[in-house]
């Protein structure tokens, strides 16, 4: 009988491995994990790509543009899954984050990589969000769980081994071995996946058509129009940029109010107050990870596998900050634990402002990434708990999908406005480090706006059964 004529396989019980899942289960895993790893591996070996063919204006740009399209990713795949079922958006996915590998790896120039990692960003988005459908559909209940913990893990590895391994790599055979080495493993990762997808069902329900494709707009406008923003206050002229930048806030804000809770761009207390929190937690952590590897080899002259390093310890805070908060959410205030992982990563980015300065110590870099990543590891995750244990009636859906929005979307402005300061100030005649400063500055200030916004967040966790339900409601 035909692969797409079978019935998925949901015994009750049944594990990941099985005889049923296991192609499916390898497969996701690792097409996830060589995405992670490439998101990993790009921060290290950018400042490589920079050094061979320049372009440091747009050093912001190749993180913006992957996570605006991303974005836009998530929400189209969701739709076409839905639709046409998991196997064509997850192929197509794939198919575009092996080309944009492809076109990154070659390019001629800076702006070409841009290009490749904005159809990489698009790719990965539709990967992520049918990965999940996947688990919906192919896994049971009891099973579930399990596979959603291998699909975080799938992160783990990579970001151990991932920035030390691109490091190596553009240290010894050039910067594009990163991005054209993972085509073959992603391309067998997928080949396995790809069969048992194609037996899934699609939606029994009826969809809503005219729903997804209004949200799919949205998400295309919220994309164009944070671009156009980033792209105004690039912008050397301020008479061009000035336009260019309301414009791009002109088209975003009133997509961005579709797409969130209402209350959210107000900061209303209870989740719109999170949302913004996770979003503002974007800004200033990514937007200072970004141009970390670049302080250590353009400032400080160290190697490409020595500035992976951070990353790498950065991994493994973030991931103990994430079991600390997973060991007093019961009995701490959401509010304070989040205000704890905010003043971690405020002390983490002053102190990493100091390796800028020669008389600094480099080993103070690595220390003082470990404290910002353990503090996002404890208000990532708790923020997390804060948007998701309290979804308004039978939207637990919704505010799943806010979470991942304003996550990425933070990202990309944090990328992209440091991204901005550090091309404004060198392009002033001002130095590499001071660029990075003042990038540095504004993940700062982010993190401070944050801090104000928590006086908005429940006191108090919500109890035990209430928390379970709605964690239970969004898996």
Known sequence: MPATNEKPTTTPGAGVCDRAHRALTIGLV???????FEALAVATALPATVA???????????????MLANLVGIVAAGGMADTRGPAAPFALGVALFV???????????????VAGRFVQGFGAGAVSAVSYVAIASAYDEATRPRMLALLSSAWVVPGLVGPALAGFVADH???RPVFLGLVPPTLLAAALAVPPLRALPRAAAAVDTAGSARRLRSALLLAAGVGAALAGVECEHRLTGAPVLVTGLAIAGPALVRLMPPGTLRAAPGQPAAIVVMALLGVAFFGAEAFLPLALTDVRGRSAAASG???TLGTIAWTAGAWIQERTAARRSRRGVIALGLVLLLAGIVALAGVLHASVPVAVAYAAWSVTALGMGIAYSTTALAILEHPPPGRAGESSAALQLA??????????????????????????????AAAWAASAAALVLALAVTRRLAARPADDASRDAAIAGVA
């Open 99 to 113: 080309v944009g590998l492809a076109v990154a790896g070659v390019a001629p120039s800076m702006p070409v990589v």
């Open 309 to 311: 390093l951070p990353l």
């Open 30 to 36: 690792l097409t996830v994990a060589f995405t992670a």
């Open 52 to 66: 061979d063919i320049g372009g440091l204006a747009l050093y912001g740009w190749t993180f913006s543009a992957f």
């Open 407 to 436: 996550t990425n979307l933070g990202i990309a402005l944090g990328t992209g406005a440091g991204g901005a300061v550090l091309a404004g100030v060198t392009s002033s005649g001002g130095s590499t480090a001071e660029g990075i």
């Open 173 to 175: 055979a050039g910067w």
